[in-house]
């Protein structure tokens, strides 16, 4: 089966850091995905790990580590505009194709 | 061009309605998706379509028919759809169909009355 926990809501201060966790258990595994989601608007594509360790792209990090099925997406100097929700999704590419099985999603609120 | 658009934005439908969602992407992408996701939940794989041939399909009801005429472009049609099928329906595509992240439409948000 397919089982990807994310905590479900977390609040944090303009200019702080949060890190997101996601932990998984999947049939098959070759990659994981973080999404950022706005209210309404489709997921974003924010970084991909499929090798253990961090992946640094500007403000936003994200770690992996395959043997302990755990990532955390890092979030530095928060802005308001990064309240939204963060989908943490693993490729499933056990049939040949690719099938992203998505997490329940982590609503972040950022205030000033 | 690094954008899917949809077509639709907003569908209201009765439930002995036929239409059709609309997805583009002018990336040369070669596997595209369908996703609905309902308020507050992730988005859930409906089909998978690798260089045009459906490949995936999650089980889903007939009333839900894909179709994919080129490669560029990506329908779904709906007919005879439940109240409980009201979501937004979110049209992705990636380069290949085993690699590569997924870029996703901004939805069709549907309501079925």
């Known amino acids: 089966g397919q089982n990807i926990d994310q905590p479900t809501e977390m609040t944090a201060t303009e200019g702080a850091i949060v890190q997101i966790n996601c932990t998984y258990q999947?049939?098959?595994?070759?990659?994981l995905f973080w999404y950022q989601q706005h209210a309404g608007e489709a997921p974003t594509f924010l970084s991909y790990?499929?090798?253990?360790g961090l992946e640094e792209k500007g403000r936003f990090s994200s770690f992996l580590s395959r043997s302990k099925g755990y990532s955390y997406l890092l979030l530095k100097e928060l802005q308001m505009k990064d309240s939204a929700s963060y989908l943490c999704?693993?490729?499933?590419?056990?049939?040949?194709?690719?099938?992203?099985?998505f997490g329940t999603g982590t609503r972040l609120l950022v205030s000033p | 061009d690094t954008e899917v658009t949809q077509t639709p934005k907003h569908l209201v439908m009765g439930m002995t309605n036929k239409k059709s969602l609309k997805c583009e992407q002018h990336?040369?992408?070669?596997?595209m998706y369908w996703y609905k996701q309902k308020a507050k939940k992730p988005p859930e794989l409906m089909f998978v379509?690798?260089?045009?041939?459906?490949?995936i399909n999650e089980s889903v009801p007939s009333r839900f028919s894909p179709e994919c005429p080129n490669s560029s472009l990506l329908n779904l049609h709906l007919h005879a759809l439940q109240p409980e099928d009201s979501a937004l329906y979110l049209c992705?595509?990636?380069?290949?169909?085993?690699?590569?992240?997924?870029?996703f439409g901004p939805g069709t948000r549907l309501t079925v009355t």
């Open positions: 992705a595509s990636s380069l290949l169909p085993r690699d590569h992240e997924q870029y």
């Open positions: 999947t049939s098959g595994f070759n990659g």
């Open positions: 790990n499929v090798l253990d």
């Open positions: 999704a693993v490729r499933d590419t056990i049939t040949g194709f690719q099938k992203l099985v």
């Open positions: 990336m040369g992408h070669r596997a």
């Open positions: 379509y690798s260089y045009e041939k459906l490949s």
